[in-house]
């Protein structure tokens, strides 16, 4: 049986995918499309999850992991209209098959010694480290593999299911009555805030929006100048990106009257060193949650402090544990605001993995450049980043769902935040 988190996940599958992960990682180095494969089907043979697949029966989701099909594989090359971010806008608008398979994967061939390794996987089984650490674990068998070596691995254990790593107090009927608790703070915060978010540019039916996305980086020298910032100015990267995105909203939206804008901000949270007992990275699975907070942002207000604002509200969400309260009524929460799309108050969402702790030589294989993107094209107004710094190198995949935000918006968008982050750094 799928957790309430996981069936959510699938809930929002069915929405042209949205809410799944794509991993992209440029590649230097010439790979065998047949090492590859049977990479694929080393590493879905050691990871249970990556040999599941969802079946729904009258009362419930479950994982069975009879007849899943092998991870598919698809080879695709260059021409004047696809480039590689081309490819993953249509990978991240692709609802996956969920009855075969949970995940997917792209081998973007821009010349005999460029590539683009793309992977697309579930939300109910990867969070975005998860997501990252596959593809490592994808080219760590690739390099076993084109060595002549074996791969036979003894299968990972599977973990607990989430609702059994949860404190306690969050298990139970205790936990169903935080959730509901929850859902009840999440609505009277609304009334109480009134978070403004982008304006609707077109308003269509959910089946007819998608996940418009655009990238962008920071370079070396301003990443690691951010991070010391951050450090002298006693806040957080996280804070700093939170920061970034309210910022560019409030200036998109803002007009000659208004003094002052009610704004908000989910920051997602890994949770695996929170569980009782803690998970390991070697893990697959979404072993992440959300801390909403809430800002005021007025005309004088700086950089920092809003960073600091953000930072403070995360600290405290985790001090009270409020990244567990959602989790058990997960379902019902999304069930509630798909029917109430207007409602879902939240300015901007900030995903950030930090420093990406993988290698990055896999004997003649070197990856370049790593980032993620996460789907969404049903949640309207919502201006989302994914974020990851690999070789000192921040990357970001800015996301928001079309047509109701264009995707000249998200361009604009998307330049206001790292120049943002320039000004401060400089």
């Not at 992977?119 to 596959?134: C, E, K, Q, R």
């Not at 309260?325 to 900030?350: C, D, G, H, S, W």
């Not at 969404?376 to 996301?399: C, G, H, P, R």
Request: proline share 4%; net charge positive.
């Amino acid at each position: 049986m799928l957790s309430t988190t996981e069936q959510a996940m699938e809930l929002l599958n069915r929405y042209n995918g949205s809410f799944n992960i794509v991993t992209i990682a440029r590649i230097k180095g010439k790979i065998s499309e047949e090492f590859l494969r049977k990479a694929l089907d080393g590493v879905q043979r050691i990871h249970p999850l990556l040999n599941c697949r969802i079946i729904e029966t009258p009362n419930d989701l479950k994982f069975i992991t009879d007849e899943t099909e092998k991870i598919p594989l698809s080879v695709v090359y260059p021409s004047q209209k696809e480039n590689w971010q081309n490819v993953v806008k249509e990978e991240l608008n692709k609802t996956i098959d969920s009855s075969k398979v949970l995940v997917r994967c792209i081998l973007y061939k821009n010349s005999e010694t460029d590539y683009y390794l793309i992977t697309t996987i579930h939300h109910a089984i990867s969070d975005g480290l998860s997501s990252i650490n596959l593809q490592a674990e994808i080219l760590k068998y690739y390099q076993a593999i084109a060595l002549g070596n074996s791969i036979d691995v003894d299968c990972l254990a599977s973990i607990p299911p989430l609702q059994k790593l949860l404190p306690k107090s969050m298990q139970g009927n205790k936990g169903v009555i935080k959730g509901q608790w929850f859902l009840l703070k999440s609505k009277f915060k609304m009334l109480l805030h009134q978070p403004k978010q982008l304006n609707l540019e077109k308003t269509v039916s959910p089946e007819f929006r998608s996940s418009g996305m655009t990238h962008r980086f920071l370079e070396k020298h301003l990443t690691q100048k951010l991070i010391q910032l951050c450090r002298q100015e006693n806040t957080t990267v996280q804070g700093a990106l939170c920061a970034a995105m309210l910022l560019a909203v409030t200036h998109k939206i803002k007009t000659e009257k208004a003094k002052k804008i009610n704004v908000s901000c989910n920051s997602y949270v890994d949770l695996r060193r929170r569980l009782k007992p803690p998970i390991s990275e070697k893990y697959m699975g979404i072993l992440a949650s959300f801390i909403t907070s809430f800002h005021q942002i007025k005309p004088q207000m700086s950089f920092w402090e809003l960073s600091r604002d953000v930072t403070q509200n995360i600290e405290l969400g985790l001090k009270r544990k409020q990244m567990f309260q959602p989790l058990i009524m997960f379902r019902t929460i999304l069930e509630y605001y798909l029917q109430k799309n207007e409602q879902f108050p939240i300015t901007v969402a900030v995903t950030n993995i930090g420093r990406v702790n993988i290698p990055a030589t896999y004997g003649n294989l070197e990856i370049e450049e790593i980032s993620f993107a996460l789907s969404n094209s049903i949640f309207e107004k919502v201006f989302t980043v994914a974020a990851a710094t690999f070789n000192d190198k921040m990357l970001l995949n800015f996301i928001a769902s079309k047509p109701s935000v264009s995707q000249d918006t998200i361009e604009v968008l998307a330049d206001d935040v790292i120049d943002c982050l320039e000004v401060v750094c400089q």
